[in-house]
């Protein structure tokens, strides 16, 4: 279900969950944010099309849909 614009699949939340550090997962949720709000930046709705975005340490791969973003990976690189 698609809250507040996004949705974390179940692989994404157990990374989360499993970041090593609070600012691993502030950097994380920052990125996620980010793309949330700049819907120019989403592929083409549907959940077919893949995209990914970076921050300085952390990335996340995901979907779009009409009503938001669904992360379906995360990662972190420190």
């Not at 699949?9 to 691993?24: G, K, R």
């Not at 083409?44 to 975005?53: F, I, K, T």
């Not at 779009?64 to 379906?72: K, M, N, T």
Request: charge should be negative; avoid cysteine; charged fraction near 25%.
């Amino acid at each position: 279900m698609m809250q507040q614009g996004m949705e974390l699949d179940w692989l994404a939340a157990q990374v989360f969950e499993e970041l090593p550090t609070v600012a691993a997962r502030r950097e994380s949720l920052a990125l996620i944010a980010a793309v949330r709000a700049d819907p120019a930046r989403w592929p083409a709705a549907g959940g077919e099309e893949l995209s990914e975005a970076f921050g300085r340490y952390s990335w996340i791969s995901y979907v779009a849909h009409r009503d938001g973003i669904q992360v379906l990976d995360i990662g972190w690189a420190r």
